[in-house]
T-cell receptor
Framework: DGGITQSPKYLFRKEGQNVTLSCEQN?????MYWYRQDPGQGLRLIYY???????QKGDIAEGYSVSREKKESFPLTVTSAQKNPTAFYLC????????????FGSGTQLSVL | QQQVKQSPQSLIVQKGGISIINCAYE??????FPWYQQFPGKGPALLIA?????SEKKEGRFTISFNKSAKQFSLHIMDSQPGDSATYFC??????????FGPGTSLSVIP
């Protein structure tokens, strides 16, 4: 089955710790995205990548970092600089950059211990 | 100007009724208006979308109505079913630019 796989489904972070969320897609899509979802605030863009080895900051990039070394993979690191990391994180992809249809993974719920 | 407003925040509809969710925007450069449906614990999925050159688009029980002059668009779910209970996001996009999402509407369809 083609799709986007996010792991883990649940993740806990200790104070001062960096954690990495995994996102893998087998749709052969060029573009990948990370969104943060908080109750009542919709989806906010963290980072996006339209091609391998290139990525851009979204609206709320502070405290996060990404890499895009392979077309299939776009991991997100939540650093200790992100003071309010508790949220539902969604990875998405599209055939081309900002193509009309976004395909989303099932998300990772990150909580702070 | 990049914001997309959405109402209501939550909605309870009886089975068989009509669910209506409204969205508004300011940026007249938006040229694509999708709606996404999200079930609890899952990622959103594209439900239906419209371009501003048409006033209505229907797919099964789901209809988008678009009012370009008022800069408003809405989702109508006819014959609402308990399986439609989900969070619905309207969104807007300009060509080759990022998608802007509304804050979402939590729909509960009760038997």
């Amino acid at each position: 089955d083609g799709g986007i796989t996010q792991s883990p489904k649940y993740l806990f972070r200790k104070e001062g710790q960096n954690v990495t969320l995994s996102c893998e897609q087998n749709l052969n899509h060029d573009a990948m995205y990370w969104y943060r979802q908080d109750p009542g605030q919709g989806l906010r863009l963290i980072y996006y990548s339209q091609i391998v080895n290139d990525f851009q900051k979204g609206d709320i990039a502070e405290g996060y970092s990404v890499s895009r070394e392979k077309k299939e993979s776009f991991p997100l690191t939540v650093t200790s600089a992100q003071k309010n990391p508790t949220a539902f994180y969604l990875c998405a992809s599209s055939l081309r950059g900002w193509n009309e249809k976004l395909f989303f993974g099932s998300g990772t719920q990150l909580s702070v211990l | 100007q990049q914001q997309v407003k959405q109402s209501p925040q939550s909605l309870i509809v009886q089975k068989g009724g009509i669910s209506i969710i409204n969205c508004a925007y300011e940026n007249t450069a938006f040229d694509y208006f999708p709606w996404y449906q999200q079930f609890p614990g899952k990622g959103p999925a594209l439900l239906i979308a419209i371009r501003p050159d048409v006033s209505e688009k229907k797919e099964g029980r789901f209809t988008i109505s678009f009012n370009k002059s008022a800069k408003q668009f809405s989702l109508h779910i006819m014959d609402s079913q308990p399986g439609d209970s989900a969070t619905y996001f309207c969104a807007a996009r300009t060509s080759y630019d990022k998608v802007i999402f509304g804050p979402g509407t939590s729909l509960s369809v009760i038997p």
